[in-house]
């Protein structure tokens, strides 16, 4: 399993022993995601998810800011997989 946290939030972005990929998000949503938050998480998470889970991940982040609530929310693309839950 990989496990990367950080942030100005307490954020992770993880890779399971099976390959499935978790991006676990806190704060008051959309107000944490600041332009900084944000250019944090993505850089969080590039160091575990595939440029096809980016791409799926960059969409949850701009659904998110826009005020959208997505609960959890289970994403596949081309086989790829990104599952983002945030906690309030």
């Not at 160091?47 to 949850?60: H, P, Q, S």
């Not at 701009?62 to 839950?85: D, K, N, P, Q």
Request: glycine share 12%; charged share 25%; hydrophobic share 40%.
């Amino acid at each position: 399993m990989l496990v990367v946290s950080g942030g100005s939030t307490s954020n992770a972005v993880v890779r399971g022993r099976t390959g499935e990929s978790v991006v676990l998000l806190s704060g008051d949503l959309p107000d944490v995601l600041t332009d900084r938050s944000v250019a944090e998480l993505l850089d969080l998470a590039a160091a575990v998810l595939t440029d096809d889970e980016m791409g799926m991940f960059r969409d949850c982040l701009r659904a998110l800011r826009r005020g959208e609530r997505l609960g959890r929310r289970r994403v596949e693309v081309g086989g790829a997989v990104l599952t983002v839950y945030y906690e309030t």
